[in-house]
Each structure stands twice: as C-alpha cells, then as structure tokens.
C-alpha cells in the first residue's frame, strides 16, 4: 500500500509565485506535504534532498527545460520512478508519449481537474509497486490507469504473463511475454487491430496473471512503437470519424468507377471487397482486418474520389429466410475459397460437385436446392440426361458464386471427375441402400472424391432430407424437405469455411 495523504510529499515547481501559492494550498487541504521551486535548477536539486512522492512541473520554468528535467530524473536511480505532471499552456502537443510516470495538465485548470489528476498519478504507481512484487496477481480498474501506461509499466518490469480486460459487453485478452505484447484478441478481432481497439478503453476493469502464455503470437512489432502508433491512430481516429457519414449510414459504389480498385493499395481494395456484404460505415469498419483508424482513411479516401456515394435512405424490404450464413462468415470463406483456386480476379468461383446414383433423389434435391435464396438452375437437365455436368450456381453475393455440378456415379465414366472438378471445394455423396456392401462402395466413393481434389464431401442419407409427412413424388421417391436441404448446403458451406 502506498503512504496517505498526510505522508506524501510533493513538489511544485512554477516561476509564478501566485501559482505556487494556490496549488499549494489545493493541496495543504488535501493534507500533503508541499514544497516549491521556483525554477528547474532548484526543483532539481530538492528533488535529489527530499525525493518527493510526486513532481509537478510547469513548462514555463527558467533553466531546465520540462524535457530535460525529466531525462534528468530518469537518469538517477534515486528518482527514476517520481512520478511527473508537467503544466502546459493552450497550444502546446501533449499527445507525445514520454512515458507511465508522467502525465500532462493543461493550464488553465480548475482544483477538481488538478487534485483528480494527482489522485489517479498516485494510483498508477501503486501499480506499478504492485508489477515490481514478484507472484502477485494486479487487478484494478482502466478509469484508473490507462492501458498504455499498463504496458509500459510491463515492459520496464520485463513481465511475462495475461493481462485480462472486460468491460459491461467485452472481454479481452492480451499476452506479454518478457515485457513485449505478444497476442491480443477482442471478439472477432485479433493482432494489432485489437490492441488498437483496446488503447481506446476508458473505462472497465483488468487483472494481470503472471507467467500465462500463448503458442498464438499474433503482435510481433515493437511494443513502444505501437504505443507510438496507437496513440497517433486514436488521435487522428477522433478527427475521421468527424468527418464521415454516421456508423449507419449506407454507402454504394458509383457503377461507372467501381471497377478503379483493381490495383488499388491493399485496404482500399478490401473496402471495395466488403462492400457486397456490408454497406454502413459502421460495418466496413468493423469487419475489416486492417485498423479502424486504415479503414476510415480508405473509406474517406474512396468517398472523396467519388468511388463510394451515399445510398438512397431507403429502408430494405425483409428477407423472407435468413442468409445461408453470417456477412461475416461469409466474407471469410470467400477469401478462404480464393485462396484455394488462387484466384486472381475480384469474382470468387468455385464448385461443389455431387455424386448420387439414383436419379430420383437427384431430383429430389435439384428441387430443394432451388428454393435457395439465390440458387439459379440451368443445365440440369442435360446433366439429368448424360448423369454429369453443370446444374446451377447459388450466387452467395455480387462476386462470390458456387457452381454446383454432377458428377458420374459410374465407376467407367470417373476419369471424367478430374476435368469437371477443376475448381472443386467441396462435395456430396448420396447414398440410398441399406445394404452394408453398396454403403461400404459408397463410402469409398466420397473418400476417393475427397482425396483427388483434397476437399471436404459430405455423406448422407436421402431419409435425412425427407420431411416428416413422408409424401411420395410421381415415381415414388419421398419428397426432401426444402428446410433440410437447406441445411445440408449450410453444413457443407460451414465445413468448406473450417478446412485449412
């Protein structure tokens, strides 16, 4: 526990005598000890003779600058760790970091302000006495101490451990290991997007864990720079914001100029990319992989190009079912798909191939899969015909399409899988029989689909896809459930976004 009040000293250092005056009495109230100076030389030397608890230091004093006083302190081990607040006038740019033990006042201010600022100046440093006990577990609140002083006080202790973060709707992580951040992670955000985001936390509460540690390094830049880096982000961050449309305000590209991001730097580009699963400011920003801070200059910049517009304030009319899976799912699997056929163009296309050797449940399916918000047939019936080729394509978005091809069940016609598969990611195997022998043939069929192509099949019975009434089509065949169907294409496309 750090001294009280009455125990601590404190020394202020100001050229104006009036100053001196009234800080000290704000603070003889509070029940400190105070002693003053007049200028650097002399707030140097009583602070190697008394060593105070606290230094606050005006700008303004004659013969040792505000800096240089501070690189002084810093060199002396007596007092290295007295905390400074230094007093600056309007104009001056506080927003440089020096470090945890200093902080900056701007003049003029009222007692509250000030004697606040010395409260929780304290308050940090019982911290960071806290950081430099070995084995002890930290907790304490952000209102408190900031998460930028947090992890400079770390990496002066050289601390390796878990630094837990929660506040009333999140929680987050942050590995440091021997004093460096090493993996911070937020809700769907991970590496230095998250960091980012949690330096902006005002408030909410924190515990450190010594000695925790992480396989998944996912920060591997300098710890000081990217508190350098943050704090200019958050800075900048408050003037862009201002200067974009609302959080939810919808944008659109201009058809004639949207094909300009080709080429384009790789943020601006994946804006671009966003924008057939997101269309708010809101959204862009917070699905995108890049800094928020990145993906508000992207979408300015686009905006100011003219290549994005306000869209009309038009509310959307519902959709009668619920998307196949989540914008965001969905925009990471079609980047997950791209990857695989090393696709170079903005259009994603790729496809799922089926094998079924009973031609009825093969319809049976055609006619679920076409209920599909977006499935566009064509071609099934020559497929239906010759047992191969192209069925249809569901358009999962503007540049994101799934073809959907059959591929023949007869053994002699299987040399035909490899040219029909080019692009393949993924398959379906339907099996009817009962007979062990004709699922054990089954079976290895769908390992053999799946080991040429190196995709994920699915297998499965038509008796999952029949609805609970069991009615009959004209030949027979039991009638698959649409919502069954439908389920087995959200099965398949959820196994295709998990393949590494």
């Known amino acids: 526990m750090g001294k009280a009040a009455k125990d601590k000293i404190i020394l202020v250092a100001d050229p104006d005598r009036e100053v001196l005056r009234g800080l000290g009495n704000a603070l003889h109230e509070q029940g400190y000890d105070v002693r003053a100076a007049l200028d650097g030389s002399k707030a140097l030397e009583k602070a190697i003779l008394v060593?105070?608890?606290?230094?606050?230091?005006?700008?303004?004093?004659?013969?040792?600058?505000?800096?240089?006083?501070?690189?002084?302190?810093?060199?002396?081990?007596?007092?290295?760790?007295?905390?400074?607040?230094?007093?600056?006038?309007?104009?001056?740019?506080?927003?440089?970091?020096?470090g945890y033990r200093e902080a900056f006042i701007r003049k003029p201010f009222n007692n509250d302000e000030f004697l606040s600022l010395v409260a929780s100046t304290f308050r940090k440093m019982?911290?960071?006495?806290?950081?430099?006990?070995?084995?002890?577990?930290?907790?304490?609140?952000?209102?408190?101490?900031?998460?930028?002083?947090?992890?400079?006080?770390?990496?002066?202790?050289?601390?390796?451990g878990l630094l837990e973060m929660k506040s009333e709707e999140q929680q987050a992580r942050i590995y440091i290991r021997k004093g460096s951040v090493v993996h911070a992670s937020i809700g769907r955000h991970n590496g230095?997007?998250?960091?980012?985001?949690?330096?902006?936390?005002?408030?909410?509460?924190?515990?450190?864990?010594?000695?925790?540690?992480?396989?998944?390094?996912?920060?591997?830049?300098?710890?000081?720079?990217?508190?350098?880096?943050?704090?200019?982000?958050?800075?900048?961050?408050?003037?862009?914001?201002?200067?974009?449309?609302?959080?939810?305000?919808?944008?659109?590209?201009?058809p004639e100029l949207k094909g300009r991001y080709e080429g384009l730097h790789p943020v601006t580009q994946e804006i671009m990319n966003l924008l057939e699963f997101y269309n708010t400011v809101g959204e862009l920003v917070e699905y995108s992989r890049v800094s928020?801070?990145?993906?508000?200059?992207?979408?300015?910049?686009?905006?100011?190009?003219?290549?994005?517009?306000?869209?009309?304030?038009?509310?959307?009319?519902?959709?009668?079912?619920?998307?196949?899976?989540?914008?965001?799912?969905?925009?990471?699997?079609?980047?997950k798909l791209s990857q695989r056929i090393q696709s170079k163009s903005r259009i994603t296309r790729a496809k799922v191939c089926i094998v079924c050797p009973v031609e009825g449940f093969l319809k049976e399916f055609i006619?679920?899969?076409?209920?599909?918000?977006?499935?566009?047939?064509?071609?099934?019936?020559?497929?239906?015909?010759?047992?191969?080729?192209?069925?249809?394509?569901?358009?999962?978005?503007?540049?994101?399409?799934?073809?959907?091809?059959?591929?023949?069940?007869?053994?002699?016609?299987?040399?035909?899988?490899?040219?029909?598969?080019?692009?393949?990611?993924?398959?379906?195997?339907?099996?009817?029989?009962?007979?062990?022998?004709?699922?054990?043939?089954l079976s290895l069929l769908a390992q053999e689909l799946s080991q040429k192509t190196g995709t994920p099949v699915l297998q499965f019975s038509p008796k999952n896809l029949i609805g609970d009434a069991d009615p009959k089509s004209q030949d027979g065949t039991p009638q698959f459930s649409p919502a069954k169907v439908r389920n087995t294409v959200i099965q398949l496309l959820n196994q295709l976004g998990s393949q590494d």
């Open 367 to 441: 006619g679920g899969i076409r209920k599909i918000q977006g499935m566009e047939l064509g071609g099934q019936i020559e497929a239906l015909r010759l047992g191969f080729g192209r069925i249809g394509t569901l358009h999962l978005s503007e540049n994101f399409l799934l073809d959907w091809m059959l591929l023949p069940a007869q053994a002699a016609l299987r040399p035909l899988w490899q040219p029909l598969g080019v692009g393949m990611v993924g398959g379906i195997v339907m099996h009817s029989s009962q007979d062990d022998q004709v699922l054990y043939r």
């Open 51 to 98: 060593h105070p608890e606290l230094i606050l230091f005006d700008e303004e004093c004659p013969l040792i600058p505000a800096k240089k006083f501070v690189q002084i302190l810093r060199s002396n081990p007596r007092t290295e760790n007295i905390p400074v607040i230094v007093m600056i006038s309007e104009g001056t740019d506080e927003n440089t970091i020096w």
């Open 192 to 254: 230095e997007k998250a960091l980012f985001k949690l330096l902006e936390w005002d408030s909410g509460s924190f515990g450190f864990i010594s000695d925790q540690v992480t396989a998944d390094v996912n920060i591997r830049r300098s710890t000081d720079i990217l508190l350098l880096d943050g704090a200019r982000q958050i800075d900048e961050l408050e003037r862009l914001r201002t200067d974009l449309p609302g959080p939810q305000m919808r944008l659109k590209p201009v």
């Open 126 to 160: 019982d911290t960071a006495d806290q950081v430099r006990e070995e084995g002890q577990k930290i907790e304490g609140s952000l209102s408190q101490i900031s998460l930028a002083d947090l992890l400079q006080i770390f990496g002066i202790n050289h601390k390796t």
């Open 292 to 335: 928020d801070y990145d993906a508000c200059r992207a979408i300015r910049t686009l905006l100011d190009k003219g290549v994005l517009q306000l869209a009309d304030e038009v509310v959307a009319e519902e959709e009668d079912e619920e998307p196949l899976l989540e914008h965001d799912r969905l925009y990471e699997l079609k980047v």
